[in-house]
């Protein structure tokens, strides 16, 4: 298990941009797999981005060309940038790990280990 703390969430206005951190003050993330999931109001959480340690990008077709994940190990810490933001990108944004590599397309929810307690965004004007 990986303790990760997600922050950077806020009110951004639609068309706005805005970055996400998921940092992990006790592990090395360097050695793991990573992945943003979003939960809207009402919905079910689902998978965003991954990025696997060798550093190859996954996006789910909702928000490929608009959000971008990256991994900086020497701070330790992961990243969500959030570009063109629109309404329906409202919800609890997490970041997860896990030892596996991800091989294409939007992550699972039911693949990832360890968990951050999320940071909110509300896209709204």
């Known amino acids: 298990q990986v303790r990760l703390v997600e922050s950077g969430g806020g009110l951004v206005q639609p068309g706005g941009s805005l970055r996400l951190s998921c940092a992990a003050p006790?592990?090395?993330?360097?050695?793991?797999?990573i992945a943003w999931f979003r939960q809207a109001p009402g919905k079910e959480r689902e998978g965003l981005s991954c990025?696997?340690?060798?550093?190859?990008?996954y996006y789910a077709d909702s928000v490929k060309g608009r959000f971008t994940i990256s991994r900086d190990n020497y701070r330790n810490t992961n990243y969500l940038d959030v570009h063109n933001a629109k309404p329906e990108d409202t919800g609890v944004y997490y970041c997860?790990?896990?030892?596996?590599?991800?091989?294409?397309?939007?992550?699972?929810?039911?693949?990832?280990?360890?968990w951050g307690q999320g940071t909110t965004v509300t896209v709204s004007s």
């Open positions: 997860a790990t896990r030892v596996r590599d991800c091989d294409g397309g939007a992550p699972s929810t039911a693949e990832f280990d360890s």
């Open positions: 006790e592990s090395a993330l360097y050695y793991w797999t």
């Open positions: 990025i696997n340690t060798g550093g190859n990008t």
